[in-house]
């Protein structure tokens, strides 16, 4: 059927977010389902879900990319992002949550608050958010457990606006708290709650929680306010508008309940999201500049009148289909066959079909309006968070931030000859997922590649054989270390050449001295009466500057070092630069040699949140890693923040290791911190190693 054209105020834009295997999939195929967009719903394990169609999804029965579907619901068009819940995939989160104005974030009525949840709260910042208590019909499910852990972590903007009847298999129904009503679900129905009377043990709670919401509503506005304590009441349009407001503005986080397997408790929340969650239109302006970086002085409203602008937050290869642009309308419209700019890239694009998307299933429309979610296809250059605009006048979005890596592996080609495929491979990979991105190390002499996982990086080297036929193997990156010295030596040293034609002579003496760590390179010119003339200065520079990039004991660059050429001799006809420059080299090298060498080694910030219960068993691991705990705090309910300083030689494939320790509920950050002495028995075996690969 040919969809129509939705204006900007009759338009829901929501992702779903939770912790990994709550039920996102299944609760985006129970909405389509009684939108009646789907004649069936699919399930995870028969692998024929709407939103988690591709063969690694069916396979690993979980998301591991953005899903985009639509339906409507009273007249209004709700766009849902479905999210992957797995840590690997976050960049996903990142991008949904940036073309939105709402969020659902679902909760196990079993598991309760989850790291997953905290996570999704900690990423939604300050959009619109319901929470949804799923999974209400499942053994040992706890709504008022659910409720008091999601106060504990999130404070009391937590409010309840449904309340389920029964739990596990006696799960029957759901009240609607603010109409007033229950409804009772049938065995495999449609989804459309049948009205019934609100159970007497509930009568109490629900006209408390009503009674609390009304407060709340009134609270919204200082007329509403007002006219509650003249009159005592509140009219239900009031009522609605109030707490529509509460919620935008983030002073209220609905709670909803029910079952999206058994379809459950899904049209209260449909009805929640229609009313609760801002439209386009009501969320206002949004703001960009007039050049990458620049400031944000430039306004788009979400209005059809005004010139087009769009935000690009994902970009998906299709097999058989080609690059697929997602893009979220901000302003005006677009249609087939526009000629448009990308003003990140500052380059004109040609739009080809605009497509409605239903997971796998597009549907091509005439044109696209204000507000609204759509992809194209076959854009030469348009890159994730890249603003597609009208040429004239030209607006550019602030790009996508994504969080930084947290693994890093190096790529070795097993192919010779395979090298500049595997760098375009890569470069296209990073286009479409920028939480990935890739480096050639010069220094370390190695391709590194980055990402949020082991599983996000595993998924690339997959990528690269099927899309680019290139194999490669990932290996353990080489660690970046650093040489130094702990006391002050001087050298003297002579460079004398004479094997016919011209000589080359140059007699450098050279003090080395430490500097305080951070400092990097200091260079002394301490020469008086012309023994050496000026002019050779930059020369021996150079030459220092040389030894300290090769490394001197374990060919690692050398820092934090002050050399001071004290005295020297020069020959009227054999002097020249290129003398001076070997004859500083090997004065450097001996004078370091003589001077106390160490290897330092790069140390991270490490923060790592974690279930009360795991804290002991994480600890202990960061200790036997060599780290230093740094101090433990509580963040929300039941999960404690260690922070720690830890070697980052220490900490190849952390991700994997935490996750198996506290059963995929930890997470952690890194960051570089500084660079410390390395124990002598490991800096031996640094040196050891740097000399088997130079022979």
């Known amino acids: 059927m040919a969809e129509k054209s939705f204006q900007p105020n009759e338009i829901r834009n929501i992702a779903f977010l939770s912790h990994g295997g709550v039920g996102k999939t299944i609760l985006s195929e129970a909405m389509l389902y009684s939108a009646g967009v789907i004649n069936r719903m699919g399930s995870i394990e028969e692998g024929n879900t709407v939103s988690d169609y591709r063969p690694i999804e069916i396979e690993r029965k979980s998301s591991v990319n953005i899903s985009v579907m639509h339906f409507t619901h009273n007249d209004v068009k709700i766009n849902i992002i479905d999210t992957p819940g797995y840590a690997d995939f976050i960049g996903d989160v990142y991008s949904a949550i940036r073309v939105v104005e709402g969020v659902v974030i679902l909760v196990s009525a079993q598991s309760g608050v989850e790291v997953g949840t905290q996570q999704a709260w900690s990423f939604k910042g300050n959009k619109p958010t319901i929470l949804f208590v799923n999974r209400m019909d499942k053994e040992n499910a706890d709504f008022d457990k659910v409720i008091e852990e999601l106060t504990d972590a999130f404070g009391t903007s937590i409010v309840p606006f449904a309340l389920p009847i029964g739990s596990s298999e006696n799960f029957t129904g759901v009240v609607d708290i603010l109409s007033g009503k229950a409804y009772r679900y049938e065995q495999g129905g449609k989804g459309h709650g049948k009205e019934i009377e609100i159970p007497d043990d509930l009568a109490e709670k629900v006209e408390k929680i009503r009674t609390e919401l009304i407060e709340r509503a009134a609270e919204s506005d200082e007329s509403l306010m007002e006219k509650y304590f003249e009159q005592g009441e509140l009219s239900s349009e009031e009522i609605a508008g109030g707490l529509a407001s509460s919620v935008a503005d983030g002073n209220i986080h609905p709670v909803f309940v029910g079952s999206a397997a058994k379809n459950m408790g899904i049209d209260i929340l449909k009805n929640a999201i229609v009313n609760l969650i801002p439209s386009p239109e009501r969320y206002g302006a949004v703001k960009g ?205 002579r460079h004398k050449k004479q094997t016919g034609g011209a000589g080359e002579f140059a007699e450098i003496e050279m003090s080395v001295e430490p500097v305080e760590r951070g400092v990097g390179f200091e260079y002394v010119w301490d020469i008086f009466g012309g023994a050496i003339s000026a002019g050779y200065q930059s020369s021996i520079e150079k030459g220092i500057k040389q030894s300290m990039k090769e490394g001197i004991i374990a060919g690692y660059p050398v820092i934090d070092v002050k050399a001071i050429v004290v005295d020297g001799k020069e020959h009227p006809v054999d002097s020249k630069d290129v003398a001076f420059q070997k004859c500083s080299r090997e004065v450097f090298r001996q004078a370091f040699m003589d001077a106390g060498p160490i290897i330092l080694e790069p140390i991270l910030n490490l923060e790592v949140i974690v279930p009360e219960e795991f804290t002991g068993d994480v600890m202990g691991d960061i200790s036997s890693r060599r780290g ?53 028995e490991i800096a031996e075996k640094v040196i050891a190693e740097s000399k088997r690969e130079e022979e």
């Open 628 to 680: 230093r705990i740094q101090g433990m705090e509580p963040v929300g309910k039941n999960l404690q923040k260690i922070a720690a300083k830890v070697p980052q030689a220490e900490l190849y494939k952390y991700s994997t290791i935490l996750r198996s320790m506290t059963q995929g509920r930890g997470w952690f950050t890194q960051e570089f911190s500084h660079y410390e002495t390395i124990p002598r």
């Open 289 to 493: 500049s007039s050049q990458v970086g620049g400031e944000l002085s430039i306004e788009r409203k979400p209005s059809v009148d005004e010139p087009f602008s769009a935000l690009v937050f994902k970009l998906i290869t299709e097999p058989h289909v080609g690059d697929l642009t997602f893009f979220r309308m901000y302003s005006g419209k677009i249609s087939t066959g526009d000629d448009v700019q990308n003003s990140t890239q500052q380059s004109g694009e040609r739009v080809g079909q605009v497509f409605l998307i239903n997971g796998k299933n597009r549907e091509e429309i005439p044109e696209l309006l204000a507000g609204d979610i759509g992809v194209t296809v076959k854009l030469r250059i348009t890159k994730t968070g890249d603003t597609l605009c009208s040429k004239k006048p030209s607006i550019v979005f602030p790009t996508i931030d994504f969080p930084k890596p947290l693994v890093s592996e190096a790529v070795n080609a097993k192919n010779k000859g395979e090298e500049d495929k595997i760098a375009q491979g890569l470069a296209r990979l990073h286009d479409e997922d920028p939480t990935f991105f890739f480096e050639v190390d010069s220094e370390l002499h190695q391709t590194l590649v980055y990402g949020q996982g082991e599983l996000h990086l595993n998924f690339v080297v997959q990528k690269l054989k099927e899309r680019f036929k290139v194999d490669v193997e990932l290996k353990k990156p080489r660690i970046p270390f650093r040489e130094t010295i702990t006391k002050s030596s001087t050298k003297r040293y």
